[in-house]
């Protein structure tokens, strides 16, 4: 890749790799407060905090907040803090899938439905990040609650495998949103999208595709009889790029919901993109697409930062391959304006350079 650009576009150039370390700063900083409510190191903290005002004030406080630092300033006061929201999650628990099952607990060799918690003002991801203005900046979404908050969780091997939380239901509104025919689900965990989609009448039938054979079971045994419509649910135990593959053409819409960890989320991804051409006709709704579009952007805004600046990392970064693989596509183009930039920053570009 070759960079030429003019006084203005250099400055929205800097502007970018700006937002980028805000953006990185800014997720890591709340990756390291959820986990922290979730390990119980923050709860006590927190307890005795009433008002948001205070509970904004004590995040400033456990990282030292200073406001004379302009980078500090920004990352705090625009991409942080107006993501945390105190939010009443009752509207939650009147949830038709909540009301369904939560009385169906069980325990069935490694593999548990329990009721678990968030306590009062545990800090959570609510919802899926968006993307806005020509910087990219990326607003994630947080909130806390009140008051505890009950959810259930499938626990599997003493680790949450699927749990129905506020990020869970408003991550898939546009997917249930969307759905119509006959349609594929990718991925079982508690049946929370087939459940929903299955009221719809304009969904026909619903086939699951699951290659875990204990999750199978015990949602056949203990979830599926509480469901109202379960005569149009069939699961069926394949690996869900196999089956695809086989039987697209049965289908309308597909939801592909197989991530299980952050490790695989973006190879799975990108397989799914990859395999798209084998079924042009079929709609396909990946559930968190937004964040995986995001940390593409960040891949491919790191290329462009190490060209501009003519440098290689020290450090050998597990995203290395990828960022190599950016490199191929791009050797041959040449910028010549930020809009250039801009427009390779858009989704559908941005897929293509990693396929």
């Not at 546009?174 to 119509?180: L, R, T």
């Not at 929370?192 to 086939?207: E, L, Q, R």
């Not at 930062?305 to 041959?332: F, G, M, N, R």
């Not at 010549?336 to 920053?345: C, K, M, Q």
């Amino acid at each position: 890749m070759k960079i030429n650009l003019n006084k203005s576009a250099t400055k929205s150039l800097i502007d970018l790799f700006n937002t980028l370390e805000l953006n990185m700063s800014a997720s890591d900083i709340a990756l390291q407060l959820v986990d922290g409510f979730e390990n119980l190191d923050l709860i006590e903290a927190f307890e005795s905090i009433n008002t948001h005002a205070e509970y904004v004030h004590l995040i400033k406080e456990l990282y030292a907040y200073d406001e004379s630092d302009p980078f500090q300033k920004t990352l705090f006061t625009k991409h942080l803090l107006p993501a945390i929201k105190q939010v009443y999650l009752s509207d939650y628990q009147d949830n038709s899938y909540y009301q369904t099952i939560k009385s169906v607990e069980f325990s069935d060799g490694n593999t548990a439905l329990t009721l678990k918690h968030y306590r009062k003002n545990q800090l959570l991801i609510f919802d899926d990040v968006t993307c806005s203005g020509d910087d990219f900046k990326e607003n994630i979404s947080l909130a806390y609650s009140p008051v505890d908050y009950p959810y259930l969780a499938l626990i599997q091997d003493d680790k949450i495998w699927m749990a129905i939380i506020p990020h869970e239901i408003n991550t898939m509104k546009d997917a249930i949103e969307e759905a119509h025919g006959a349609v594929l689900v990718l991925g079982l965990g508690l049946g929370y999208y087939p459940f929903m989609i299955a009221s719809k009448d304009n969904v026909k039938s619903i086939t699951i595709i699951e290659n875990d054979q204990n999750i199978i079971d015990v949602f056949t045994k203990y979830i599926l009889p509480t469901f109202p419509d379960q005569n149009k649910i069939t699961i069926i135990k394949d690996d869900a790029f196999s089956y695809m593959k086989k039987e697209h053409h049965k289908f309308d819409f597909a939801f592909f919901d197989i991530y299980r960890s952050s490790n695989e989320d973006l190879a799975l991804y990108l397989k799914a993109k990859q395999n798209e051409k084998y079924y042009p006709h079929l709609t396909i709704n990946y559930w968190l697409e937004n964040s995986m579009i995001a940390h593409l952007r960040r891949i491919v805004i790191t290329y462009i930062q190490e060209v501009y600046y003519d440098y290689q990392p020290e450090e050998i970064s597990p995203l290395d391959k990828l960022i190599d693989h950016v490199a191929h596509k791009l050797k041959d183009v040449e910028i010549n304006s930020y809009d250039e930039i801009v427009t390779l920053l858009q989704k559908e570009r941005l897929i293509n350079l990693f396929l």
